[in-house]
């Protein structure tokens, strides 16, 4: 509301600036005069050098009357004759009061966005309550900046970085992990997934040879799947494309989160609507946790890490699993937590002591050390 | 709400813009007085608004509100303060807006201070200027809005392009913008005299100050962009002929020709149609220089600023001004009348021959520096017109001008007298002599070119002083009657004497330098020294540096001169973590007027480092020199004198010239 207020008042001032002198009279004799004005000036000026001794007399009445003749020139020529036109005075008044806000307000209704509030770096940071989430990020691009060739660090901050939209530098982590710890299945299509995202929504032909492979190496990848499909239809194959949206809703899960945009884009090709480079569910679910508050996506962090502690608790028997979560803790800085882990691993991986030989081992080369358990 | 104020600021700024085109214009066709009278209201108004929108936008870099995208693209919340300032025209939304805040600005110091102006030839005049706000306004909100906001915000900017964060950003573009936007007025006034078919004294009056004003800031700012070039890319080169630099070399030769000609018209009332189309080139050149950089046509290191998809918006704006601009002088320049004669042999005539050079000098770099674009477009074929061809062409057709350029100011208006002018420069003549015949001596036949080119220089430092110390008597009369006479002088004869003398000190740096460098690169580990112009440069080691959103390693050298040390020097390679981008921070140490310059290369693991060494002789003053041309055009423009050429009488053998 203030910012129409504000607005509303920043008009009225354009419009009383443009009405303010239509109003005004009397201008005309003045205007007509400084022409002639300059010469006048020109002669004073003349007659104080020669008091002044600066020009030798005779220079001086050659000037005057250099002055003079171009003084009279313009006299000849006459003044400006002015006139007073009723008409024209009406015509700038409308401009002034309807023509000038009417195209104001329009542009700006065009092009503004009056809903947006602004978002000063340090009162987001208030708002959150900490400047954690940025501090876990700089941390970990810190790791990374020292340990270019750290493929675990690079796994972890490569879904925050999407989060985050910054998308490019989500490709390259993604790719980093590929290199250094080997592609997978899953590697690969959320790598592919970064390259979609930077082309806002198109199945470029990068992306498309990620899904592939990851697609070679585990025919069920689920995102892979979901993301060629969104290809087949953008590149106007539609039977294939409404061929693998079908067998995609067939296997999914009742309650898979992408399940309402896979029926959409399915009713969307058997309907012939046209096709959008739509982004997929999980690109929605981005853009979703791109709409949460700092303090959400804080959250969202954490409950990855969290996520990834509760299903090794469930099913400790996975040395890779709690190498990622040693690695995570470490990397935004929650050594106790990296200790406790270790710890709840021995106790779970009691009896495994292959297993536990592995965990041991990811624990010290993240420079994890805890007291025997107890 | 502070920002989409902002935004609504210059959105206002933009319908005013259009009300101060139309109705001043309709009022000064119709003669109404109080549309005319407009004008100047809804200029200053427009200045007002385009200020909001720039410090709110300069607020939002402050407070880094990653809402705007602009702030997001072009800025990190762990910039220093300078460069989160100077980040808000270091990229092309930002710099347009900044164009736009000078263009307003100059706009409204006209609306203000041209009381004494006559009300058409001021409606006219601002109805113009405001015709060119509307065009850039409307460039801006259409295609380089910076107030485009995101939802939501990212968390950190993407910081700034790392050449770009050095003090230079803060003062090379707004110096560059105010001597282009400076040419605007000369444009306006230029125009307003077409559509109302006469040029009047207050004409003159008006249009001389601002190119000079516009002159000096473009002198300024090109040689601030110089020195940056130079010390900032790593390759000691302070000028590369690379099209963007030409793009404000242009404006600059038809500014310095248009300064010289509207002198003739302000006092004697003569060239008064060449004077008005050099002002339609100046600004028509000034457009070319703003826009060329951003048009994505030409690659260079103001790329930062490319997008081709506004190409077309540009070349409208372009067709609009200088096609404009150039029919309506077609259709309407005969009209005008023509003013007096003079001879051959007078200060006119000098101006005449400066003017022909320059506009000559000006087509030579335009040629070369669109030809290629041209050819391409026609042919297809690329090729690169480099250095090679303006020093072949460039060079030599100034060479006559700066042989001319003492004898200007010793000629009377009207008709002057070559012999008594070249006796009043015989001092300047033995000066230059005998620096050839001493240089020959010393330096041989090998570097003759050289010492040509220093003689010259020699011409120009003696010369542009003859015409003073002749004038007040020095020598020839009692040191306090020289004294009395030189406080007498109009400032306007001391600021040509000192410009000219900044000339000639360029002129100076720019030969020495070239003949007498040298560079060496060499490979070299701490504790390795190299030897360089009588000096010792030894490199004592590494040393990590880190700062704002960088990191990176310097190198210490220390300078020995004859066994005693005698400075340090602490070249850097830093990397931008942000921006994913390694620069190379040279270090340079001034001895008197001469330059050592030390950049590294690549840094290998083992310690051993390509270390590139360059000597430059006298290259302070090429600067220097512009400084001095800058203080010359600041000097001639506080003297506010009204100026009539009186011709002298003819039948007095010697005349001396009046101002």
Known sequence: MLLWIAMAVLTAVASLVVLAPLGRRGTSDAAADSAGSIYRDQLAELARDREAGLIAESEAEAARIEIARRLLKVTDAGADRLRDGATLRRFAVLVAIIGLPLIAVGTYLAIGSPNLADQPLAERRQASNDSELDGLVAKVEAHLAAEPNDGKGWEVIGPVYMRMGRFDDAARAFDNSRRLLGATPDRDALYGEALVRIHGGLVTADAEQAFASALKADPSNVRARFYIAIGLGQSGRKDEAVAAWKSLIDSAPADAPWLDSAKAELAGLEGGAPMAAAPGPTANDVAAAADQTPEQRQQMIEGMVSGLAARLDASPDDPQGWARLFRAYIVLGRQADAEAALVRARGLLAGKSDVLAAVEKAAADNGISAKAAP | ?659
């Open chain 2, 1 to 659: 709400m502070i920002v989409e104020l902002g935004h609504y600021s210059l959105v206002l700024a933009l319908a005013l813009a259009i009300v101060g085109f139309v109705l001043p214009l309709i009022g000064a066709l119709r003669h109404d007085a109080q549309l005319m009278a407009v004008a100047p209201s809804a200029t200053v108004a427009q200045f007002v608004f385009v200020a909001i929108s720039f410090a709110v936008l300069t607020h939002a870099y402050l407070v880094s509100d990653f809402s705007v995208a602009n702030v997001v693209e072009n800025s990190h919340s762990m910039k220093p303060l300078i460069f989160k300032i100077s980040g808000v025209w270091g990229n092309h939304e930002g710099s347009m807006l900044l164009w736009v805040l000078i263009l307003a600005l100059f706009g409204a110091l006209v609306a203000l201070f041209g009381r004494n102006l006559p009300l058409r030839l001021k409606a006219l005049v601002l109805s113009i200027q405001s015709l060119i706000g509307v065009a850039f306004l409307f460039f801006i909100l259409a295609t380089s809005n910076p107030f485009l906001r995101l939802s939501p915000a990212p968390i950190e900017g993407r910081d700034l392009n790392p050449i770009l964060q050095d003090i230079g950003l803060a003062i090379h573009p707004p110096l560059l913008y105010l001597g282009y936007v400076g040419c605007s007025i000369s444009f306006s006034f230029a125009i307003a005299a077409l559509i109302d078919g006469r040029i009047d004294a207050a004409w003159a009056r008006w249009v001389r100050p601002w190119t000079l004003a516009a002159w000096v800031f473009l002198t300024l700012g090109i040689a601030m962009g110089s020195y940056w070039a130079y010390y900032e890319l790593g390759w000691g080169g302070w000028w590369f002929w690379d099209p963007v630099e030409n793009a404000s070399f242009m404006p600059w030769l038809a500014a310095t020709a248009l300064l010289h000609s509207a002198i003739v018209m302000e006092k004697r009332d003569a060239l008064k149609i060449w004077t008005i189309l050099l002002a339609i080139l100046a600004f028509s050149l000034s457009l070319l220089g703003t826009f060329l950089v951003r048009s994505g046509v030409l690659t260079s290191v103001h790329a930062f600023a490319s997008d081709p998809t506004r190409g077309v918006f540009i070349l409208g704006i372009l067709c609009v001004f200088i096609g404009g601009g150039l029919a309506l002088f077609a259709a309407r320049a005969p009209s005008l009348a023509p003013g007096g004669v003079f001879a051959p042999i007078s200060r006119e005539g000098a101006l005449v021959f400066n003017n022909l050079i320059l506009t000559a000098a000006c087509a030579t770099v335009l040629t070369g520096t669109l030809y290629p674009l041209v050819l391409e477009a026609l042919t297809g074929g690329k090729i690169s017109v480099g250095a090679p061809f303006f020093d072949m062409t460039f060079g030599p057709l100034m060479v006559p001008l700066l042989i001319a350029v003492p004898f200007g100011p010793l000629l009377a208006w009207k008709r002057g007298d070559l012999l008594a002018a070249s006796q009043r420069l015989m001092a300047a003549f033995l000066v230059a002599l005998a620096v050839i015949v001493i240089g020959l001596f010393l330096a041989g036949t090998g570097s003759a070119l050289a010492i040509l080119g220093i003689a010259l220089a020699a011409w120009l430092l003696v010369g542009s002083l003859s015409d003073i110390a002749f004038r007040v008597k020095l020598g020839r009369a009692p040191l306090a009657e020289s004294v009395r006479r030189g406080v007498g002088l109009p400032r306007a004869a001391w600021g040509t004497m000192v410009a000219h003398f900044g000339l000639g000190l360029t002129v100076l740096g720019i030969v020495a330098s070239t003949a007498w460098n040298s560079e060496t690169i060499v490979t070299m580990k701490p504790g390795d020294s190299v030897e360089v112009a009588g000096r010792t440069l030894a490199m004592d080691g590494f040393l990590p540096v880190a700062g704002g959103t960088y990191t990176g390693t310097a190198v210490r050298f220390s300078i020995r001169e004859g066994g005693a040390a005698i400075g340090t020097l602490q070249p850097e390679k830093r990397f931008y973590t942000v921006q994913n981008m390694p620069t190379t921070e040279s270090a340079i140490r001034t001895f008197g007027f001469s330059q050592l310059y030390v950049s590294l290369g690549d840094v290998k693991p083992d310690g051993e480092t390509t270390v590139r060494v360059y000597w430059k002789s006298l290259i302070t003053l090429i600067w220097l020199g512009a400084l001095v041309m800058a203080a010359g055009g600041t000097l001639s423009l506080s003297d506010r004198r009204l100026r009539v050429g009186a011709p002298k009488p003819a039948r007095r053998a010697v005349p001396v010239a009046a101002e």
